[in-house]
């Protein structure tokens, strides 16, 4: 029963943080900074510390789901398994595979920023398809809490 509450609170853990960096921290950081490039840092910081925490929630609910379920069905079991890698892959490409390009473009940008560079356009498809994976992420969180 203990590890059952304690597979629910890095669950809810997991999803509260996703929606409380992506769709409050965020938002309100470029809603109130007049500095963008700050409030882009300071909304990478917060993305990489979303990251790492998820990456932390995926293991310890990779390992909750094999030592906190004995009496799943396999069929449960496998579904919750599958959200898990789901939200976990989204994290993986994400930061590691599209938020090192954008770092590149920005760093590449100059003075003006990336918003006043040659690479506006790819930095925002890059950053409309991280959107995207995050969103789905976001999904993901959702159906996870209602599963347990």
């Known amino acids: 029963m203990l590890l059952a509450r304690v597979r629910l609170l890095v669950a809810v ?15 309100t950081l470029f809603a109130t900074l007049s500095d963008r490039a700050l409030a882009g ?15 932390a929630c995926a293991l310890a609910l990779l390992v909750l789901l094999k030592f906190a379920t004995p009496d799943w069905t396999p069929a449960r079991r496998r579904t919750m ?12 490409v994400s930061h590691f595979g599209l938020q090192p390009m954008m770092a590149e473009l920005r760093a590449a940008a100059g003075p003006g920023g990336v918003m006043e560079s040659a690479a506006r356009s790819r930095f925002g498809m890059l950053h ?11 999904f993901l969180a959702g159906w996870l809490i209602l599963k347990q």
């Open 13 to 27: 853990a997991w999803a509260g943080s996703l929606w409380t960096v992506g769709y409050l921290v965020a938002p």
């Open 41 to 55: 840092t300071l909304a990478g910081a917060m993305f990489h510390a979303e990251a790492m925490l998820s990456l």
């Open 81 to 92: 398994l599958a959200l898990v890698a789901a939200m976990a892959l989204c994290t993986v």
């Open 128 to 138: 409309g398809i991280s959107s995207v994976i995050y969103l789905v992420q976001s």
